[in-house]
């Protein structure tokens, strides 16, 4: 006989969409034997800036502890590296699959094949080694209530980015998460959600370089999703990845300036 089928009660609602976000972009296991039902996990695509900020906090209040041990660019080092760690690495491993694909040219096909390839090549190792240095390098300038804006920040809009990169744009794929938390009919909500997640939390923060930062990931979404559709038509999981990854460069970069 086959299985019975899974008819149980499913958690749904704002904190199951909080908690299967947490589950999407960390590593600490919120989700854990609890099933959900499918406008939950469309919905929690909504609060990835929320996840990105407390984040960031985490980070922030582990810098002010390490300033008693290390000078800065040990510091950054170790932050970019709990970073890394406590999203397990999975947008550096998004960054390094697109610079592959992109390594085909103009091969949509032969691209595509790539994005689902999980090894690493040329071009994949060398985006993740100046991705690592220019975070290090740019947070490693930073000092004081500076460094933390840039730290939240960066964190906060990259995960912004993911949402709206991929805010009514084809997936790519048909399986697979992606799948699931990119549907049509949640993308205006989720794209508002998360954009006044960004206000509320950056409004505190506000200077001229918090809102050039903010421009600079708008800027930089608006020329991926262009790019994104001109070489393959819309976008996967790696390609958002991707694009949270470069807005969190380019911001940390913006306040070293």
Known sequence: MGAAPDTGPRDRGIVAELRLAASFLTIVPFVANRRFDDDSVAGSFGWFPLIGFAIAVGLSLEDLVLARFFEPTIRSILIILSLTVVTGALHLDALADTADALGAGRDRVRSLEILRDSRVGGFGAAALFFALALKVAALAT?????RYSAIFSAVGLARWAM??????????????????ILGVASARRNL???????????LPLASRTVFFAILLAIVIVFAMRAFYLRWLGGVTG????????IVEIAVLIAFAR
Do not use: F, K, N, Q
């Not at 991929?166 to 992606?178: F, I, Q, V």
């Open 142 to 146: 930073l000092a004081g209530a500076r």
């Open 238 to 245: 790696d390609l958002i990845g991707a694009c949270g990854e």
């Open 163 to 180: 949402v709206a990169i991929a805010a009514r744009l084809p997936y790519l794929r048909t399986e697979g998460a992606g799948s699931a």
């Open 192 to 202: 508002m959600i998360a954009s006044l997640t960004v206000v509320a939390a950056m």
